[in-house]
């Protein structure tokens, strides 16, 4: 089964740096899979996480997770990718989508 996890930003959030919550540190490892990194426009951003977006929030990032495997996508306007990336590889961990610290 994949799982996808989802981060969106509020375009106002975003202009503030806020777009992806860095994750609690007990989600915040190096991913011990086979890791996958991509970072996509908006447009195919939308399109590899499956997700509509409203017209006042931007995709952040997402991450498919498998067995063994995780892929990662990351938005090319991300004012934080290195947070952004923290944030999706957690997803990968197993940190879920709820985001519970």
């Not at 991450?63 to 996508?73: E, K, L, N, T």
């Not at 990718?81 to 957690?90: N, V």
Request: with cysteine; hydrophobic share 40%; charged share 15%.
């Amino acid at each position: 089964m994949i799982r996808i996890a989802v981060a969106f930003g509020v375009l106002v959030g975003m202009a503030g740096g806020a777009a992806a919550s860095c994750p609690p540190p007990r989600w915040d490892f190096p991913y011990r899979g086979k890791l996958t990194v991509q970072r996509l426009d908006p447009a195919r951003l939308a399109v590899a996480c499956q997700s509509t977006v409203g017209p006042f929030q931007i995709l952040a990032g997402c991450a498919a997770v498998g067995r063994g495997w995780c892929r990662v996508y990351i938005s090319t306007l991300s004012p934080d990718p290195t947070c952004s990336l923290k944030h999706e590889i957690a997803h990968c961990n197993g940190w879920p989508r709820s985001h519970p610290q």
